[in-house]
């Protein structure tokens, strides 16, 4: 077994779906050449990314992610960092030439995503994004049937991405815990951060999103900042909902919110084709719901397919049928992905370029927003 | 149009459900040749059944049954009473050549139901038992997929009736509203008021029962009655729960009570075949459940059936797929199959006969759960 | 208990779930002081108009609505035709000063609504639109609670109807049967159809839509007209989505398509305020999902609540608790509330200057589609 | 941080649950003292079980499990082997003073289980049964309301464990995967592997179980042993429903089998008590059911809880709210808790006599289906 050394730069919620990711794939995925080692975590903040760095049994720690990137014992570059720090750190470890593995979205912006992608393609570098939800294994077969034209021509593609967590004026904005609400940092609210997901999904499965018309709302105007102290304006959309076409021909409407009362995550997605209708929900995700037309008339219905046997993707890994796996095994299965990459020369979608088209919907819904017009892509 | 007239004995609840079913039944079967006429209606208290009378707009009244039954322009008899003069009004009516339309249960006992039996077959009246559930379309087109052989051989049947509208000591016993919870008048609790309707779907759709061990519960020992108007032992069966075994050799396991919090009419039945299963459920009753072993492996999964289209049973007499009816639908469809039996000389079924089944099943129950021992039905 | 006559004109569903309403209504509202009679009901083929009036027991026909209006012994018109009938019939209606119940939508445009209100306004008589969803038990108990403040700020509105039966192109258009396929008749296609309900029901309960951003599809662009017996364009919008404002703040999204494939008729809608969240679908249509946060925060969850007891709207006239009505009973109560609105001197709404209301949004909807551009309505 | 060294006997689906406890419980949960070492694994073919302890990083590897249970370097044993020999290893392993964590069922039957405590109770070493189910953490929600009130005075304890994967008799018996259908080495069927689990809970959330009365079949009478290569009599119980009361009063129905078509693991449970009424499904194991009594007459409903918020048993330790956990997850928390136990002297339930009490109850369960008649535990 080769290993694979891992540099992660972030140490927060991803930092903990990544190493956990690492941890395990190779208890589970047998099959593996390599094996990551959790060689290094970066963090400004000698003393916190210390505590991580024991709890989760990285080997050493750094302070500055360009010493870590500099490093010679370090083969891959995972970043974990807020959504303003990611082009310039995958750049440069584009440019020392590590394997790159970055959270989502891939950057602030198209021209920021641009530059990566330049930077990796130039350099050669195994590159990833982590859109983990297209490796649910219910998203993976909604993907198979897709491709397999168990659905015919398509009509309609419609998700949501609401949650509720920030309808308080009290929540503040800003610092490692909230930087998601500070614009500087994220770049955009919910957009980037939930609506990205949805998009990435939708194109894998639907294709290319060509235009929109999207409208946004921040519902609280200002919120404490955790670094100045102050009451700050709210950069950031706190919802945000667009129309739009496939390139496909098929219709598409989104929406995402942290003001859907009684949401704590609830992504959800339905196409509707001609011969059959697909629908999943990140709150009971080992279930796919497909309705198929080529049943018999009178029996027709929506079934609820548990996405738990061993001939469902990914799932001959875990259990027996019937029991659940969860959130976390798709970074697990992002992970034994990344490396079957690695050990057969594919590339790893969804790539940056991959990513970069989401990038560019999204930005097309921010700018349809503020400018109340349909945008192309 | 032939009129039927019609003779309804009792004005309570099922009076209504009843009624509402004589004179719908023709706007929506246009097919029947007969339409049902609402001659008169018969209760004790002469006041209180005018009102009835003139809201359901029945021709007249009577305050004593026999007079009713003596009637030359009566058709149809209707018994909605209590169950303790369901044998003896019958009975009456049979000897008087009247079709009888009767409330279930059958009777108190088998030995009341033997004697029904014997009078309307000697008499060769024309007999019913109003087991509505039966005429679902949900449940119906069960039957239907269990006859064509869609489930194969038969390995489980289960069936629920649960409710929790007596759980306070505070509601007294006894009287026109509440003589369900007073022995004398209904016979049996749960298991002649709720487990019957179960035994009689499970019967239809599952063949005969042949042994069962039962329990039951009496939760509250005490209710004020309304006609002594004291503290009074309650004698009916709160709750009970029987395990049994059909004579195509699967196993059973019915349960009833009205302590379940949460649970207002919770009628469900699933049945488990070699090649599928259906399961239903009153509280949604326009859908029927179905998995298809015979669907590809990894799309195999339970269809939800929204029985609404109109090539399942009943339907195209309603309205629109999508568009649900209701509980007294049920009704409706047996007055019209009541008619069309008259019509075509065909039984309508449940006849007093199969009726009986379901009364014996009951009495073996209540043997068991007193004896604490298996009986054979 | 006083006669009121009705005369009804058009006798396609629509008359079908009138005439039942007018006569159930008072075998379940007894409090009324008013019976409707089914006096005549009027159509252009004489014979299937005689064999709809003796199915239903209407007294009498007519072939020329102009006659109908000129009877004195109508009371009341009901007027069921095809959209673009709807304003000629009413104005004329109005000025023989009957009082209306018209079919929704009000009209093709709000050029004809604005006719048709000063019509009977002018006329001073009785005018009502039937957009029977507000009717459900269920939709009217969230309609109580949006005005008892249990919600609170409202965030966010999001209304469906979905269906699936003109996805084959050998569904032709045009006749009795398919008008609403014909923009000649229908005016639009989901938009007047499906989405003008979902629209009465979210001003209902919202308020007013201020502005919106919209995009139609038809994706058969051809289908025989049963009426030319050849190949037409159809005109139609076979599918319609929208986002807009409210005037309190809130951000809505609305959807309507017929080629939702498992879908057949797929009203929901949902709301989302500070306090609370309220969800209904009309698949299961006495259900009301809501979510209040003032529950203790361990056990805050969305609650399942069947909307079938004594003390829900409308269902004390009705069964017991568990025993679910249908989706014909939204007529039975609309025509109730007529009732007592003539009995009151209460205005029943939606009256037609209530529907007006939706008449512009779908104005603006359709506008925006084919400006692609936003709309103030 | 102090290594507690795991010797693992038996490497099926058990040991693979189980070693996955061991390594992922110090990422989780970073508050304990002790870190697993997986030490040795023991099995009786050194090939494969190499194979396993290379997947699973186990330090060295056993054939005799003796040889094992004699090493100092060992200071728990986890007995993960078929039932049959549970006893013997477990009394060897107390006598060696080893801390013993035992697999369900405790034993094949009541008298090995007494032994086994009398073993471990001598020996005053540290015990507990993998009962996982108790650490779902919506099971454990249901445990804490009914420790504090919440459902008042129960009257109802119902529960099921349905799957379906023996129907065809093409399934062997016998042998390393199927040991669970040959009854020399399991001891019983769905008995001993599902109700198990099922009685555990009921006994732990509603007290103890006082009398059943029973019934057992085998569907398919003859299966090939794996192990002769012949047909040989099926010995298990291929389904088993029993009907019991508690201590407390309440009634209980259990049921389990492996021929209920469509299911996997389903696994429910649902009480019913005075004041409120709890359900769970291991299908969507992150769903607690709860209605409340208490709510507003209006609106109560059975509310739908979503747990993952980090108010929530465990999980404080896992992600963000509505990101849900899996199966593998209640292993962990056991492990948790058995170190928590170790360190703070507390015992760690269920402990070998915990467990003893649901043999019992499958003991007379046993017998009551065999002789047809009511057994007190």
Redesign the interface.
Known sequence: MKPLNIGLIGYG?MGR?H??GY??V??FF?ELEHRPVLKAVCGRNAESVQAFAD???YESIETDWRKLIGRDDIDAVDICTPNNSHAEIAIAAAQAGKMILCEKPLALNPAEGEKMIEAVEKAGVVNTVWYNYRRVPAVT?AKQLVDQGRLGRI??Y?ANF????T?SEDVPQGGAALWRLDVAAAGSGVTGDLLAHCIDTAIWLNGSITNV???T?T?VKERMHTETGKMEPVGIDD?C???C?FENGS?G?F?S?R????????YTFEI??????LRWD????????????A?E??????????V??G??PYMDK????????????TFVHQVADFLKGIESGQKVHPTFRDAQETQRVCDAVLTSASE???QTV
Chains 1, 2, 3, 4 share one sequence.
């Open positions: 919620f779906t190493s956990n941890k395990r190779n208890d047998p709890q989760w049994q077969m009509f309609h419609r609401l949650q509720d967590w309808i018309s999207a409208m709302e519902f919802a909902a667009f129309l076409r219709l409407l929406e919110t003001y859907a009362r009684g949401h704590k995550a609830l509707n084709g001609e011969k059959g209708s990140l709150h009971d995700l080992h279930r796919l719901e497909w309705f198929d037309h049943d008339g009178r029996l027709r219905g929506w079934r609820s397919i548990h738990t046997d001939e469902h875990w259990w027996v049928p019937g029991l659940q796996i969860g959130y976390e095994h109340k017009s349909w």
